[in-house]
């Protein structure tokens, strides 16, 4: 029987180890077994993992630092699992922090074990120099985003293979890109338009944007009378969101839930969004965006790190500023609401951010699904090695 360890410490990593595990028990015919650190996406299809993933998701340098001990013990126990099970490939997703650590020294007492990164290091956004570090322990990154393989290649990094973003697989966003690119859809915003407000996925994020929310949104429904807006967030967040929104004079609607946070992408406008994975989501969605973002304090002392002339996934892909970015002292709600009422009207800035979602989504285009072409790379890892 064929074993693969996986190592994921995010609840977006879960879902996509996940969507492999699923991949790679089609292809071997149910003949496998999984070991390693998962969450809940990847124990419901069979892996008992090692301890709760929540533990790790955690964001900023300032957090890593106040957290080191316990994340060293994890670091550890992980690592000596796996050399213990001994599988026939190691998968390590994303949690580039944690995950990476874990690979090099499982490489270092197993080094014939085949080492899959799936979502690799943002290299293209800082410290490109991890690139070339990675082939000591890395044998194949696996790529969501179409432009990663070229700069994995351009910093020395191991061989690297696009096989589309998850996102391009989740039937509630193909549902969404369906309508908007049926000949004939309607892309003009409606009258009274609708705002979502995306402020983050973690705690920390949410407490130090939602008051700029607030204060944007206020100022933005006086200049667009009728205004809607709609909050998705995740449960464990909803009580603090609420609390925090039940001050302000414009009040949006909070829903919790995946059905609820993809129902309200269907129905917005225009969007106010802290910058991540998200952004693509909109882009994807055809939903004009402006982001934002505020480093933890440690983070923001660190900034000079980062050389990338973007952080927004949608400018990496499209090549260019297609959308705009706030940061810190330029985070200005007087400027934000007035950016954003060109958006939920035609205007020729919606209309290029618009042409540019387009293009990403031709760009992203896949012939297969993301977790089958990853299935393939790891099998073929492994039958490399016998």
């Not at 309508?179 to 338009?193: L, N």
């Not at 979502?196 to 996925?201: A, E, Q, T, V």
């Not at 100022?219 to 464990?236: Q, Y």
């Not at 055809?286 to 923001?300: E, F, N, S, W």
Request: proline share 8%; net charge neutral; aromatic share 6%.
């Amino acid at each position: 029987m064929t074993t693969i360890a996986f190592v994921v410490g995010e609840p977006s990593g879960d879902r996509i180890g996940a969507d492999l595990m699923r991949a790679l028990r089609v292809r071997t015919g149910e003949d496998i077994a999984f070991v390693g650190l998962g969450g809940e996406a990847m124990q419901a299809e069979g892996l008992d993992s090692l301890f709760d993933i929540h533990e790790l998701s955690i964001i900023g340098i300032g957090a890593i630092v106040a957290r080191l001990p316990q994340l060293v013990r994890r670091l550890l126990q992980t690592s000596d699992f796996i050399v213990k099970a001994r599988p026939d490939a190691l998968v390590i997703i994303d949690s580039p922090t944690f995950s990476h650590r874990v690979a090099r020294r499982v490489r270092a007492r197993l080094p014939e074990l085949p080492i899959a990164n799936y979502i690799p290091p943002t290299i293209w956004a800082w410290r490109e120099n991890r690139a070339g570090k990675m082939r000591a322990y890395v044998d194949h990154a696996i790529c969501a985003l179409p432009f990663e393989p070229a700069t994995m290649q351009e910093f020395g990094g191991p061989p690297a293979t696009y096989v589309g973003h998850p996102l391009m697989s989740d039937p509630a966003l193909e549902r969404i890109i369906e309508r908007v690119e049926a000949p004939g859809a309607d892309r003009r915003a409606k009258q009274p338009p609708t705002l979502l407000l995306l402020p983050g996925s973690r705690r920390g994020e949410i407490v130090r944007l939602i008051d700029d929310f607030g204060e944007t949104l206020q100022r933005l429904g006086r200049r667009v009378p009728g205004l809607k807006s709609v909050l998705p967030t995740l449960e464990r967040h909803a009580p603090m969101v609420r609390e925090k929104v039940s001050r302000w004079e414009i009040q949006p609607r909070v829903v919790t839930g995946e059905d609820a946070k993809w129902a309200a992408f269907a129905s917005a406008d225009a969007a106010l969004a802290a910058s991540g994975t998200v952004s693509l989501e909109l882009a994807l969605a055809d939903i004009p965006m402006a982001l934002t973002y505020r480093l933890d304090p440690v983070g923001y002392r660190f900034r000079h790190l980062i050389t990338a002339w973007t952080a927004a996934l949608p400018n990496f892909i499209a090549g260019h500023p297609l959308v705009p970015e706030h940061f810190h002292e330029i985070i200005r709600p007087e400027l934000l609401a007035r950016r954003l009422e060109r958006l939920l009207t035609e205007t020729p800035e919606r209309h290029a951010q618009l042409a540019g979602f387009a293009q990403i989504r031709d760009r992203m285009a896949i012939d297969r699904a993301p977790g089958d072409s990853a299935a393939a790379i790891v099998l073929d890892l492994i039958s490399r090695r016998t």
